[in-house]
Nanobody
Framework: QVHLVESGGGSVQAGGSLTLSCVAA????????MAWFRQAPGKEREWVAR???????DYPDSLRGRLIVSGNNEKNAVYLTLTGLKPEDAAVYYC?????????????????WGQGTQVLISS
């Protein structure tokens, strides 16, 4: 059984930074794509970042420059650091995984999801 467990959420002051972790169990992160999504109250889920099997990282232009995404195959974990936090970054952040044979790119068909970790921004 696959489990993705996010951690690192909490209350952070605006302008600060936060690092979230996602540890996978029952699934090897190098066997597919990994991604981060977020969902704010009353809003649709939003894609934040993704890493394909080749290690290429992609994220929306709106977040470019404020994100650092990395993976650690030995720890079977991926990490998301968000800097310059803004009130609109407050959301539940989810980790997702998608097995794939392709080394390039990720389809938007995420198979496994974590339970999420909440990020609150204080002013």
């Amino acid at each position: 059984q696959v489990h993705l467990v996010e951690s690192g959420g909490g209350s952070v002051q605006a302008g600060g930074s936060l690092t979230l972790s996602c540890v996978a169990a029952g699934y090897t992160i190098s066997s597919g794509c990994m991604a981060w999504f977020r969902q704010a109250p009353g809003k649709e889920r939003e894609w934040v970042a993704r890493i394909d099997r080749g290690g290429r990282i992609d994220y929306p232009d709106s977040l470019r420059g404020r994100l650092i995404v990395s993976g650690n195959n030995e720890k079977n974990a991926v990490y998301l650091t968000l800097t310059g936090l803004k009130p609109e970054d407050a959301a539940v952040y989810y980790c997702a995984a998608m097995p794939t044979l392709s080394m390039l790119g990720c389809r938007d068909e995420w198979t496994y999801w974590g339970q999420g970790t909440q990020v609150l921004i204080s002013s």
